[in-house]
């Protein structure tokens, strides 16, 4: 797997995947688990969907 999204993608997918999260821990929906989504891809740095959309926000080429 090499590295498709970058910096800015990982702060936002970090951050909606947080947002998310704390809210199911604090009495949110069932549903708002799928948090834990763009929390691991903004910890891996990969995103499964993103080679089927021909997009790549990362910026190291290789």
Known sequence: MKANVGGIDRILRAAAGLGLVGW????????????????ATSAIGFCPIYPLLGLNTCPVKG
């Open 24 to 39: 199911a821990a604090f009495g949110g929906p069932v549903w708002a688990w799928v948090g834990v989504v763009p929390l």
